[in-house]
């Protein structure tokens, strides 16, 4: 992502945009066809390092890029370099080319986020361990459902990335106003032919200074970097000292504390979703856009455009590192489940109650095992079973199943089936 | 959008969930049918008053309305409320159900914008104004290209509205940790029952703890407000006292300064769209939700997603407002052409000289005759004609020509078509 | 804090203004005493009802007031409402009304938590517990150490609420556009009197369309809610149902798990301190306010400046209740220093080792010690024991006191009591 | 900026902490004078290169600069590098140093507008133009106090960074969970001994992971982006074709129109600042700071910073650049006030009116007069001298005086006297 979005990769996407303009404007007779050679080679061999190194941050400036472009043509090509065009379209169509490939990257990686999900989907379906709402023992799940859903969420991703790449990647062509007034009234067909050398889709009409396209484009990716620290955040939670259901392959050691396994790729995704998602606002600030062209929203873009598919394109790699090397376990999940006087059973004791007595007498009774489960450390299977009104609803060995996570996951099998499915129909 | 987003209308849809999923459970035999018909009918007539009074900002507290409910059902029903279900169920498909009428509501507003830019697109297709770019006069364009600019965005608009509509929306369903527990093998059944009733699209599983749904809806919902923060800060540029361009029908006095007439509409709806999407970061940030439900994230949806609709539904009221009522000064426009000397025609000049001696050569002539524009005070026509340079190359009735801002509009007319084109399309 | 900064507040404070600027005028006779009077007392009664009715969410509109306000006094009056002010002096003082009242809330609060934080320092400047770092056992702390590190935080709160009070809260008055043309050269005079009046620092000249004074408050209230997530997520995390060392005593409930106390005040101060900081980029945008009036940005702020008051509001009242009642299980603290093989202990270790063969000699050896506490499962003082290159430099009893928490707390208590003592010397 | 914030400055000052550490912990007896000796000077000899080039984007890890520093001296001193201390320490208070000395250099370059200001001030005091409020004419100004306006908030940022200087900037010593445990009871002792080295003010206790000091000078550097954005987004609109009273020297050409010259510092000013205020958010949001050490938080500040300095550093240059050379049309400013018919004059004839008839009398009659000038096109002067309700009160020179702006100026000249002697007292 840092070479598709570096300075040197938008300049060799201007100039192959200025490229692509003189051969079309010769093949609409706007130009002469020789002049349009010349300026495509002189683009293709241009030496990048000086405009580079003259620029700041941004961009090169389309003016230094032009007086370079025309010094390095013939005398009879030079008049035609940059005709009919304007900054705008180059900076944007060459950006335009940027985030396309930039989006079909995060999809390939996300693929392999999601490869490993339904991998660990499949293998720990039947991995019992608590669900946590609140950071509390909630009622039971499998490590197998939460990779699922993790997975289900990916690949809902995969899908905007195409839906976004389908209808807002697009040309840009307008000249300094967006009427392409110096091509007359062949403006729709020199679009037509630009779009097809740089295989990009024409749009309509020039969106210059309409944002939209833009702003959706970033708005897409940056769910997926919001998508990314749920994952991350999951395993960091998972991975404490106290819970350890889950360790990171590639921890990092500390300064000064031998024992340390620090979780790398969790911490270093959940950073960089976090400053994926702060380029975000700036985007769609920018819409904003003054006139024909901006002062200030759309400079603002050139940096935080490529800061947020960098660092969202970080967050990506790292998740599918983490998950890719994780380690699982599955003992430590089960035997969390016991812990806290195996509390995280409560719902499903109620639901056992409720089929005899009610959900509203069921809930206060198990509410008060809960509290002596609390108070005297007593486990809640033993408090069920001393209980008179747990036991004039259940005898014993209904007691017992109702304690059994295994036969309280409900619809988890299929819910897993499910996504795995539409995973595999990507 | 106010009423969408009020909280109790968000009770009401809670109440209709909970309805909706007593009968889907007596529909697959999981409950009573006549529980289920006092439970749908109890929360059809529960007062909505008391819970609304008793609870804070947020929606109202899920415990409370259960309690509520069954008190209101005959005591052999009581015991079949909120079966099988929890509270982020009913809240998020609550959320559901509001973000849909909202996402309908925003469509309908944004298609009376559209209408309004296209009466304004077609009217004004010949009314030639300047183009401006860094808020300086770049090249000539028409009122009419403007106005079809704006449209072919919210076009776009619509079309995405209509596919996060289509692809986002969907119900909640998942109970305790999102595994349907109580339901055994019946969780899929009731699920496609549930959202029959309620008319939503059943997920392939439950996404309460992956927030990519609602973070996806809300910024295709913040874009729209970015749109109008567009269309907007345009008026309010061109309704300055020195341009006066246009002039908003519905302006606004002052409580000192008797000859004001402030722009009320635009500044109400640039407003309207920077508090929208200040509610955006807390949407996206809220993604990292910790395990199974979250501390902090969720609960900060429930003030940020009315606001975000509430602000954007205000923005794009006033626009529309604004749009329909706006005046549109022609002539104004037409002579504001001849400000600064007409440099404005300064590259449509270049370019009918580039035509003879090439845009290298054109382009410094045409910067020096807009130096002496500057510098002495007469204007570019004067300057070109007593230019030899250029009468070198074009004769009197050539320069003529070049500098008539009608003869410069390029692709104009074809934009315009093709933005009307896409609003009749939908 | 709802009330200090609700609608109807706002009004009155911009009725007092306008009693204060006429008694103002009277004093330094630009207007006759007996108008002022006048206007004084009718401002103090006019009903607030219809203004606030007839106006939307932010400000009441200053022109109904002024209309309002006009209507009520006697003819001869008339003529003197609202002489030489507008719309914007009205509603900047009013809101620095407001900001100083929240400031003034916000201390009274934080010095309760501060309080609370104090008594927690002290009460456990003993209770060992693991520091933890990366979600992971670092090295012990107490938690009196980490309840004297967030009273050390909210003491330097204070310390800059009561700076920003001092330098950022300001009368605003200037007029139309700032000059108080209609004062002629009595505008210093009388906003001395204005100032004298509303208890208001007076500034060297009108602030209206330099926003840096609300911006710099609003920061320092935004830093505070900031301060309050830090404090509620440590609550939180320690309150996760594996770790179990605090618990809220005011937890909530669950609709559909009997055992379930979740975290409510952590939970909500999260949430509001959250929705809190989505305010500051709102106000901090503000500042780029287009000359002598914004045309958006100065109106976002009559909905983020409350919003942000009232949300950081909350956050501390949240932390303030949530501490106040907070269990804390001391057992617990000491006894989770022995999980993980009391990995805990390791640098200690080290640290022992290196003062005989040096920390790049020790650091090693209680690697391989840890990797075989957490491959074998047994724990560190067993190992160390075990070592011969640990024996080699220490002892047994040398092991045993290397590995004992208690002696392992550096300046722990001299931290303790330097908070102690900022707190003391507010 | 960019070299005070650069990571090979960040890795110095990290070198030099672990220097200054090892020199206080030989003064207290903690290691050996000569270890001390020997590390100091290999940490002022180490290759900064492999280091940086083998890490990525942020800080250099602690890990990495350990092991190259105990490489790089003699045998008997290994042991005693990086004692007692952990990657934090290292990493805060470099960056510590980094923002000391940016908050300097931003002083310097706000002292240096200042200046600017101080003269725009002096020269411009009797300029009039068009005071602008909702971008429409309001009330004469001059430019002076527009320049004075910017001056007093250049002021306040000032003494604003001076107090985050004062009060903020601190050294972080903690050790691996902040008890300093390996220093026993020295801690303190090492703590003065090592700020005195670095010349920084020793906190009461360690901030690691309450990072209420960095988001409060990140506000404050925040704000002073946020004000840049006034002064230059001001420029931008006077500089505005139609309006012209202002010229960027710098402005910068189009690669395809010849007559422009576009402001180019001021849009960068306002770019930068945009990006600056990106920032602020990620930095704010940190300080939920996990228990003792982060998982993401903390991380995200490495970029955070120095990202706010920079833009902050970059709008402030760009600012003070740009009124170094900024061209003042004073003649366009004079003109631009009879544009409109000189409706700007409207609440002056009102309130010279109002002192006959009051002002709810003159208000009304002046608002017809405004119409007629915008129905009619005659301007304000001939509607008023023909009018019979005003000469009825006024006589022709009368009304002629009341539309002189040069009397309608109030407090203007205080105001700029003030403001030139709060810059002078800095």
């Given at each position: 992502m840092d070479a598709i979005f570096s300075r040197e990769t938008h300049l060799r996407h201007m100039l192959a945009f200025e490229a692509a303009l003189a051969r079309a404007e010769a093949a609409t007779d706007v130009i002469p066809r020789a002049a349009a050679e010349a300026i495509a080679a002189a683009a293709g061999l241009l030496d990048a390092g000086p405009l580079l190194a003259d620029?700041?941050?941004?961009?090169?400036a389309i003016t230094a890029l032009v007086r370079a472009l025309t010094a390095a043509v013939p005398l009879e090509a030079r008049?035609?370099?940059?005709?009919?065009?304007?900054t705008q379209d180059a900076v944007d169509t060459a950006t335009m080319l940027q985030m396309r490939d930039g989006l079909d990257l995060l999809e390939r990686e996300l693929r392999a986020v999601g490869a490993t999900c339904a991998a660990l989907a499949e293998r720990h379906r039947a991995t019992t361990m608590p669900g946590r709402t609140f950071l509390q023992h909630a009622t039971p799940i499998t490590f197998g459902l939460k990779a699922a859903r993790w997975l289900a969420m990916v690949v809902r991703q995969v899908h905007r990335l195409r839906r976004v790449r389908e209808h807002e990647i697009a040309l840009q062509l307008g000249g300094a106003s967006g009427?392409?007034?110096?091509?007359?009234?062949r403006g729709g067909e020199v679009a037509v032919a630009v779009g097809q050398e740089l295989r990009l889709p024409v749009p309509d009409l020039p969106w210059h200074a309409e944002r939209d396209r833009v702003a959706n484009i970033a708005s897409a990716v940056g769910v997926v970097a919001g998508a990314m620290s749920k994952i991350s955040g999951d395993v960091l939670l998972l991975g404490q000292s106290e819970i350890?259901?889950?360790?990171?392959?590639a921890s990092g050691g500390s300064s000064t504390m031998p024992q340390k396994r620090n979780p790398t790729d969790s911490v270093a995704a959940v950073t960089s979703a976090r400053l994926a998602l702060a380029a975000l606002p700036v985007i769609l600030a920018a819409?904003?856009?003054?006139?024909?062209?901006?002062?200030?929203g759309w400079q603002t873009e050139w940096v935080a455009v490529p800061d947020l598919f960098r660092h969202t394109g970080r967050a990506v790699t790292h998740v599918r590192r983490l998950l890719e090397t994780l380690e699982i376990d599955a003992a430590r999940m089960r035997s969390n489940l016991?812990?806290?006087?195996?509390?995280?059973m409560a719902e499903a004791l109620a639901f056992a109650l409720a089929a005899t007595i009610g959900r509203h007498e069921a809930y206060p009774i198990v509410r008060d095992l809960a509290d002596r489960v609390r108070g005297d450390g007593v486990d809640l299977r033993r408090a069920a079973q001393e209980d008179t009104r747990v036991r004039a609803a259940l005898d014993a060995a209904e007691v017992d199943r109702a304690l059994d996570p295994l036969v309280y996951l409900g619809s988890t099998e299929l819910f897993v089936d499910r996504a795995l499915a539409a995973y595999r129909a990507l």
């Amino acid at each position: 992502m840092d070479a598709i979005f570096s300075r040197e990769t938008h300049l060799r996407h201007m100039l192959a945009f200025e490229a692509a303009l003189a051969r079309a404007e010769a093949a609409t007779d706007v130009i002469p066809r020789a002049a349009a050679e010349a300026i495509a080679a002189a683009a293709g061999l241009l030496d990048a390092g000086p405009l580079l190194a003259d620029s700041g941050d941004g961009p090169v400036a389309i003016t230094a890029l032009v007086r370079a472009l025309t010094a390095a043509v013939p005398l009879e090509a030079r008049g035609y370099v940059h005709w009919a065009t304007t900054t705008q379209d180059a900076v944007d169509t060459a950006t335009m080319l940027q985030m396309r490939d930039g989006l079909d990257l995060l999809e390939r990686e996300l693929r392999a986020v999601g490869a490993t999900c339904a991998a660990l989907a499949e293998r720990h379906r039947a991995t019992t361990m608590p669900g946590r709402t609140f950071l509390q023992h909630a009622t039971p799940i499998t490590f197998g459902l939460k990779a699922a859903r993790w997975l289900a969420m990916v690949v809902r991703q995969v899908h905007r990335l195409r839906r976004v790449r389908e209808h807002e990647i697009a040309l840009q062509l307008g000249g300094a106003s967006g009427t392409l007034a110096p091509l007359g009234d062949r403006g729709g067909e020199v679009a037509v032919a630009v779009g097809q050398e740089l295989r990009l889709p024409v749009p309509d009409l020039p969106w210059h200074a309409e944002r939209d396209r833009v702003a959706n484009i970033a708005s897409a990716v940056g769910v997926v970097a919001g998508a990314m620290s749920k994952i991350s955040g999951d395993v960091l939670l998972l991975g404490q000292s106290e819970i350890a259901e889950v360790v990171e392959a590639a921890s990092g050691g500390s300064s000064t504390m031998p024992q340390k396994r620090n979780p790398t790729d969790s911490v270093a995704a959940v950073t960089s979703a976090r400053l994926a998602l702060a380029a975000l606002p700036v985007i769609l600030a920018a819409m904003a856009h003054e006139h024909e062209r901006a002062v200030g929203g759309w400079q603002t873009e050139w940096v935080a455009v490529p800061d947020l598919f960098r660092h969202t394109g970080r967050a990506v790699t790292h998740v599918r590192r983490l998950l890719e090397t994780l380690e699982i376990d599955a003992a430590r999940m089960r035997s969390n489940l016991e812990l806290g006087g195996g509390l995280v059973m409560a719902e499903a004791l109620a639901f056992a109650l409720a089929a005899t007595i009610g959900r509203h007498e069921a809930y206060p009774i198990v509410r008060d095992l809960a509290d002596r489960v609390r108070g005297d450390g007593v486990d809640l299977r033993r408090a069920a079973q001393e209980d008179t009104r747990v036991r004039a609803a259940l005898d014993a060995a209904e007691v017992d199943r109702a304690l059994d996570p295994l036969v309280y996951l409900g619809s988890t099998e299929l819910f897993v089936d499910r996504a795995l499915a539409a995973y595999r129909a990507l």
